[in-house]
């Protein structure tokens, strides 16, 4: 299988909650995963729960999965996490509270060794092995731009001109948070806190929350620039640069689907205005 790994930014990890999102909107992934041969529906995810909340419940048939995702390699205490859940399902069920089936465990992470896989056996626990970009990539070729998208909303609804933060993340290898940025830009703190997030949901810096720094592909974005522009306009290469990010990693943030979401709406009204100008 090909690969679409960043060649700018080869320690970037795939986060969990890409991952999740793209196997609970296309179940049929997460079976492929899970090497089962009968569909599955997804029932919930993120089902608070008294130990913790659950990734991903699908249903199979008249049989419960409960999908704890781990985008990293299998730990012992991944099969106490997920059979707590199962415990804490069972008791909703005795209580009628929770759709009744057989509950089967998985635990789905990196990697693991056979002797791991024979003591989840044995506690009752299925693993299954995964690889974080082979998901995404082959959601990107299963599953084209369309209508799914509009469904799914950004976290934030405001309109960000990225070529307005630009000056800010010039600064970010100077200064290491908002306060100091907004003293050298002579602007607010908020200005500039918004400006970092906005930054940070394009994957362009990285926070702990109170210091920052520039990413690999904050740097590659830097050295793309073009002096002959004006300060807040975006070279054609660090445009590029942003476009593959999008398109290789919609799930990154609330930002990143929301841009692909705006694209999915103009996608599906150009098509629309195209067959009203063929009929008249």
């Not at 199979?60 to 299998?74: G, N, P, T, W």
Request: proline share 3%; with cysteine.
């Amino acid at each position: 299988m090909s690969t679409t790994s960043l060649d700018y930014d080869e320690e970037v990890n795939v986060r969990e909650s890409e991952v999740e999102d793209v196997l609970a909107q296309y179940p049929s992934l997460a079976k492929r995963i899970l090497g089962l041969s009968e569909d599955i529906l997804l029932l919930t995810r993120q089902k608070s729960l008294p130990s913790g909340r659950l990734d991903l419940i699908y249903a199979c048939a008249s049989d419960l999965l409960l999908v704890e995702l781990k985008v990293e390699q299998f730990r012992a205490k991944f099969l106490r996490q997920v059979l707590g859940y199962r415990d804490d399902l069972r008791a909703l069920q005795s209580q009628a509270k929770f759709v009744r089936g057989e509950i089967h465990p998985y635990v789905v992470c990196l990697k693991f060794d056979g002797a791991e896989a024979e003591l989840a056996k044995q506690m009752g626990v299925l693993l299954r092995s995964f690889d974080p970009r082979e998901v995404l990539i082959e959601f990107y070729k299963n599953a084209p731009l369309d209508t799914k998208y509009l469904s799914t909303f950004p976290t934030d609804k405001g309109v960000w001109r990225v070529g307005l933060a630009c000056e800010s993340l010039g600064l970010v290898g100077l200064h290491r948070n908002a306060s100091a940025i907004a003293r050298a830009r002579v602007c607010s703190v908020k200005t500039v806190g918004n400006q970092l997030r906005l930054l940070e949901e394009l994957g362009l810096i990285s926070s702990d929350g109170k210091l920052v720094e520039l990413s690999a592909l904050g740097r590659a974005f830097l050295e793309r620039s073009d002096e002959q522009l004006p300060s807040k306009a975006l070279s054609a290469e660090q445009a590029e640069l942003l476009r593959r990010f999008i398109l290789e990693r919609p799930f990154f943030s609330g930002v990143t689907v929301g841009i692909l979401t705006l694209v999915a709406c103009v996608f599906e009204l150009s098509k629309n205005t195209y067959r009203y100008r063929v009929r008249c």
